[in-house]
C-alpha cells in the first residue's frame, strides 16, 4: 500500500513542467538581416561562454563527384585567411594558385589508371612537393588554434554530419570578442591553405576510424546497403577514391555555395550580456552578404521490398545491426518511434536489456537509436553483440521476438510514464552545461526548424498511446523494411 | 565644380576609415579585453558525525543535486590470480540489488524517478555516484547508501557480470587500438599490479564470497570522502548523511595493505602484434613521475609543448606538415598514487610505420636537447594560465574536484598556487625535465598492425618480440 502511495505522490509531482517552461523563457533568439540566426542563453555559473556555429550543409548535400568534401572543408577551414595564417598573402597566392594547377593535372593524370604516363606522374608529384615547401615559406601554423588557446579557449574543435557542420569553442567571457572576430573573418575570408597535405589526414582519418575498425567498418557498409538512392547511405568522410579526388577548387566551390550567413545557425550560451552579444555580433558578421539556399535534396529512397542482408567476414567477433527506414524528426510516426526506442532501448528497465541481457543471456551489450542523419528519411537501428556461445542468428530472433510483441500488445501506462519522467530530467539536466546547450540548440534549429523542438518534446511524446505504438510496429518492423548487417569472424567456417 | 568633387572624394576616404574606426572591428593578433572576474571557487568541508569528511556547494540553477562518494580501494589490491575482481565487485555492487532489494526492483524504482545510482572500481579508487531530481532525492539516497554500504550481490548477477566480462575478453584483439592501449601499459608495469590484465582464468576464477571480502575490506565509512552539489537545504542535507552514516562501533582497524612503486627500469623493448590492417598502431613510453615532485609544473608545460596540443611539436609534424597521421600525441599521465607513465601515440598507413616511429622518436629526442623557444613556453604557459577557470565549470565539477585533491593527498593550496607555479617554470626547468623523465632509447615500443606491408622491417629498431595474441578461450 505505501508503494502505491509513493507512486500516485510521485506522478502528480511529474505533472509540472517547470523545466521546459524555463528554457522558453530563456533563450533570446535574434535573426540578422543577412538571415544568419542568433540563439543565446545568459548563464552566469562561471565566467566562461561556449560558441557554437552550426551551417546547414553536410555530407547529404554533397554530389556524387564531390563526396566527402563537407567534411575535408571542416578540416580545411583551420588553416586561416588572408590575414591569419600567413606572413604574406599576397606573396603566397600565386604560389597556391601553381599549387593547385599541378595538383589538378596529377589527379587527372592518376584516374587514367593503367594508361596514365608514370614520368609524368613522378614529376608532377616533384613539382607539387617543390611548390609546397615554397608555400610552406609563408604559412603561420594553425594561427587559429595558437590565438583561441593563448586565450584560454578550450574544445576548439569542428565536426560534419549527414546533416550539417558545427564549429565550436569556449572561452573565458571576457574573450568573447576574439571568437566573432576570427570566425566572422574565417566566413568571409578562409583560405584552403596546406590543402594535399590536409587530404592526406583524411586519408588517415579513415583507415583510422573506418578500415582498420571492424565493427566501424560494418556500420559503413550496413548504411550504405541501406540507401539505394538517398545520399544518407554515403559516408560522411567519403570512400578513399573520394577522398583522392577531392581538389582545392572542389572544396572552394562548396565553401562559397553554402557557407552563407543565412545558412549558419549560431549558438552562444553562458556568461553574457544578451544586449551587448547582438551588438557586437551584428558589428561583426551585419555585413556579410547573404547567399544561395542549400536546395533540398530530392533523392527520395524508394520503398524496400525485401530483407537485405549485408555480411563482413573480419578478424573480430561477430556483431549484429538491424534497421528499420522510418519517417525523418519532428514527424508524427517519428515521436512514436521515440517512445519505442525508449522502451526498447533505454537503461536496465528497457526491454532488450532486462529480456535479451539478463533473461536470457544472448548479448552483452544492445543498444537502439536513430541513424545516420535526420532532416530526412532514416532508420530505426538496433545494435548488439552476441554473447558467445550465441550466434547472430539467436540474437537477431530475439529481437525480431520483442519487436513483434510491440505489434501486438499494448504497452502499460507505467512504462509510458517513466518515459516521461525521465524527459523531464533530461531537460533539467540540458540546461547544466553551456557546450551542451548550445550544441542542442544548434542542433534542433537545424534539423526540425526550431530549437523549439525540446520544450516540445515532452508535450509531443505524452500524446503517443498505446494504440501508437502497435500502428507504427505492425507499419515499419516489417520483413521488407528490414536490413541486416552482422561480422563474421574470419576463418570460422560458418 | 572641381573643387566640390575634390571634396566629396575626400569625404568618401575619409568616411571609410572612420566606419571602420566606428565598427571597432578589432584585430585578433593584437586585440585586448577587459579583465575577467575571477576567484576560484571553493567548497565547505564538513565532516559527519562518524568521522566521514563531506565537501558542499549549493547551487540551486538546476532542481537536481549530484553526489559523489570516493572510496579508498582499486585493483591494485586484488591478487593476480583473481585480476578483474575490483572492477567486477564495482560493477555486482549496482547491478546486484541491495539492502534487500532485488536487483530489478531496485532498477525500477530508480529509472521511474529518473535518478541514477552507479558504481565502479578502477585502478586506486572506489565511487558510488548518484544524480536525481531534488524532490526524489530521499528516496534516491537511500539506495545510494546500500548499494554502498549494502549491496546483495545477488548470484545471478554475479554469473552475467563474470559471463559479461568473459565476452569482452573474447572481444579484446578486435580492435587494433585497443591491443596496442592494453600492451603499452603491460610493458610499462610489467611485475607490478597496474600492468596485470583479467583473463580467462582469474575472472573464472573469482567468487561470489571474493566480491563480499572485497566490498566489506574497503566499503566502509571510515574509508571514503563525499562531494555533494545541487539544489539542496545545507541542514536538512547535513541531518539526513548524518542518519544515513552512522558512527560504526564495531569496527575492526582499517587495513589498507601496502602496494610497493613499480620499479624504475630503463630498458627499451620492440614489441609486435600481428592484425590484417591497412594503418599501423604505434604506442611508445615508459614510467613516467608522480605529483610528489616539484617538476611537476615544468612536465605539465614540457607536455603541452610536445605533444599535448594541436599545436604540439609531435602533431605539427607528424599530422600537419607531413600528413602521416590523423591522430597524434603524447602524454605524461601524472601519478597520484603511484610513479605515472609517458606514453606517445599514433597510427600511420602500413608503408609508413617505420618513418614515423622514427620521426616521433626525434622529435621526442630533440627536446632533451635543446631548450624550447620563447614563443612555445609563452604559448604553453598562457593557454594553462588562461583556461584555468575550466576546472570550475559546474558545481559538480568543482566539489569533486576538492574531494579528490583530499583523497589523493595534494598539499594545501595546490589550486590557488597552480598558476604561479605554471607562470614561473623557465625554459632551462623545461629542458632539466626532459632530460630527467625522457628517455626514447628505453621507450618500450608497441606496434600492432601487418609487417609485410611496412616501409622497412621492425628489426632495424630492436629485438623484437612478438605478442601473442590467441585467446586460448577455455571450453
Known sequence: ?494 | MKRLIIIICLLVTSIAPALGADQHLANPRTMKFPELNFQIPTAERVVLECGMPVYLLRDTELPIINMTAMVRTGSVYEAVAKSGLAGMTGIVMRSGGAGGAAPEKMDDELEFMASAVESGIDSDMGTVSLTSLKKNFSRTLQIFTDVLLRPDFSEKRVEIARSQMIENLRRQNDDPKEIADREIIRAIYAGHPLGEVATFGSVSSITRQDLIDFHRRYFRVDNMILAVSGDFDRSELLAKLNSAFPPEKNHSTLLLPEVPQPRQKFQGEVLYGRKDASQTVIRMGHLGLSKDTPDLYAVRLLDYILGGSFTSRLTMEIRTNLGLAYSVGSRFDIGRRFTGSFIAETETKAGSTVKTIGLMKDIITRLTKEPVSDGELNAAREYMINSFIFGFISPASIVTQRARLEYYGYPDGYLEKYRDNIARVTKMDILNAARKYLHPDAFKLVVVGDAAKFDRPLSTLGNVKELDLTLNIPE
Open chain 1, 1 to 494: 500500500m505505501k508503494q502505491i502511495l509513493l507512486v500516485v505522490t510521485l506522478l502528480a509531482l511529474f505533472a509540472t513542467g517547470i523545466q521546459a517552461a524555463d528554457l522558453e523563457n530563456r533563450v533570446v533568439e535574434h535573426t540578422m538581416k543577412n538571415g544568419m540566426k542568433l540563439l543565446m542563453v545568459e548563464r552566469h555559473t562561471s565566467p566562461t561562454v561556449s560558441a557554437w556555429i552550426r551551417f546547414r550543409v553536410g555530407s547529404v548535400d554533397e554530389r556524387s563527384d564531390e563526396r566527402g568534401v563537407a567534411h575535408l572543408l571542416e578540416h580545411m577551414l583551420f588553416k586561416g585567411t588572408t590575414t591569419l595564417g600567413t606572413t604574406d598573402y599576397a606573396a603566397e597566392k600565386p604560389v597556391l594558385d601553381r599549387i593547385e594547377e599541378v595538383a589538378q593535372a596529377l589527379t587527372a593524370e592518376k584516374t587514367r589508371g593503367k594508361r596514365a604516363d608514370t614520368e609524368k606522374i613522378s614529376r608532377l608529384e616533384k613539382q607539387l612537393a617543390a611548390l609546397e615547401a615554397d608555400a610552406a615559406k609563408y604559412v603561420i601554423k594553425d594561427e587559429f588554434f595558437e590565438l583561441y588557446s593563448k586565450n584560454g579557449g578550450t574544445g576548439y574543435n569542428a565536426f560534419t554530419s549527414r546533416d550539417g557542420t558545427t564549429y565550436l569553442i569556449s572561452l573565458p567571457s571576457n574573450k568573447l570578442e576574439l571568437w566573432a572576430a576570427i570566425e566572422s573573418d574565417r566566413l568571409q575570408n578562409a583560405v584552403l591553405r596546406e590543402f594535399y597535405t590536409e587530404r592526406s589526414v583524411v586519408m588517415e582519418e579513415r583507415r583510422r576510424s573506418y578500415d582498420a575498425a571492424p565493427e566501424s567498418k560494418l556500420w559503413e557498409t550496413f548504411v550504405a546497403s541501406s540507401f539505394l538512392a538517398h545520399p544518407y547511405g554515403q559516408p560522411t568522410i567519403g570512400w578513399m577514391s573520394d577522398i583522392e579526388n577531392l581538389t582545392r577548387s572542389k572544396a572552394e566551390k562548396f565553401f562559397h555555395s553554402y557557407y552563407a550567413p543565412n545558412n549558419a545557425i549560431v549558438a552562444i550560451v553562458g556568461d553574457i550580456d544578451t544586449k551587448k552579444t547582438i551588438a557586437m555580433v551584428e558589428r561583426y558578421f551585419g555585413a556579410i552578404k547573404p547567399g544561395k539556399e542549400l536546395p533540398p535534396v530530392t533523392a527520395v529512397e524508394p520503398p524496400q521490398a525485401g530483407q537485405r542482408r549485408i555480411e563482413l567476414i573480419a578478424d573480430a567477433e561477430p556483431t549484429l545491426i538491424m534497421g528499420f527506414h522510418k519517417p525523418a524528426i519532428d514527424t508524427p510516426d517519428d515521436y512514436v518511434f521515440d517512445v519505442i526506442s525508449m522502451i526498447l532501448g533505454s537503461g536496465r528497465t528497457s526491454r532488450f536489456y532486462k529480456k535479451l541481457v539478463i533473461e536470457k543471456q544472448l548479448t552483452s551489450d544492445i543498444g537502439a537509436f536513430d541513424a545516420p542523419g535526420n532532416r530526412y528519411p532514416n532508420l530505426f537501428v538496433v545494435s548488439a553483440n552476441p554473447r558467445a556461445p550465441h550466434t547472430v542468428k539467436e540474437v537477431e530472433d530475439g529481437i525480431h521476438a520483442e519487436l513483434d510483441l510491440l505489434k501486438t500488445t499494448p504497452v502499460t501506462e507505467r512504462d509510458l510514464q517513466r518515459i516521461l519522467n525521465n524527459i523531464e530530467y533530461d531537460e533539467a539536466r540540458r540546461m547544466g552545461t553551456n557546450g551542451g546547450l548550445a550544441h542542442n540548440l544548434t542542433e534542433y534549429e537545424a534539423t526540425t526548424g526550431s530549437w523549439r523542438y525540446m520544450t516540445e518534446h515532452r508535450r509531443k511524446i505524452a500524446s503517443v498511446t498505446p494504440a501508437d505504438i502497435m500502428r507504427v510496429a505492425r507499419a515499419y518492423f516489417t520483413r521488407e523494411n528490414c536490413t541486416v548487417g552482422f561480422i563474421t569472424k574470419k576463418g570460422s567456417g560458418k
